[in-house]
């Protein structure tokens, strides 16, 4: 079963950009890879600008001289419904502002919101740092 998440980005006109990740959209997986590898605007813009993602990665383009497809990923490189699937290409939701965006986004398990320089993610309640909710996670993970 799939722990479903999305993904925005604030942009620098204060709209907001939305896709949908698929596989993996916990906090130790989808959220440590965001955090880890797509922390600067250009990174994360770079990333969403593909459309909906199956499987979230370390890296958002492949090796040219090597295949890339949902079949046969290579490591470390995310998989997109429309490049890597042949799915038809579905742009990122776009909502005018931020308030926008919360009042009305598209929910799942988790989601993620790139704003001032950061993550920030909601499990159905009000966003926090995603770093932080990576340490609480990580000391529930110790007391049990």
């Given amino acids: ?30 959220g440590q890879i965001l955090v880890n590898h797509y922390d600067t605007q250009e990174k994360a813009e770079q990333l969403i600008s593909l459309g909906s993602i199956s499987s979230l990665r370390p890296k958002c383009i492949p090796d040219p001289a090597k295949t890339h497809s949902s079949i046969n990923p290579q490591d470390d490189v995310t998989v997109y419904y429309s490049r890597d699937n042949g799915e038809p290409f579905v742009a990122p939701i776009l909502y005018p502002t931020v308030d926008n965006y919360k009042k009305n986004l598209l929910c799942e398990e988790y989601d993620y919101f790139f704003t001032e320089g950061q993550w920030e993610v909601s499990g159905g309640g009000g966003y926090e740092l995603v770093e932080q909710a990576l340490e ?8 049990e």
């Fill in 1 to 30: 079963m799939a722990t479903r998440s999305t993904i925005a980005v604030e942009h620098a006109d204060g709209t907001v950009s939305q896709v949908y990740a698929h596989w993996d959209g916990y906090l130790t997986h989808n």
């Fill in 136 to 143: 609480i996670a990580k000391l529930r993970e110790n007391d």
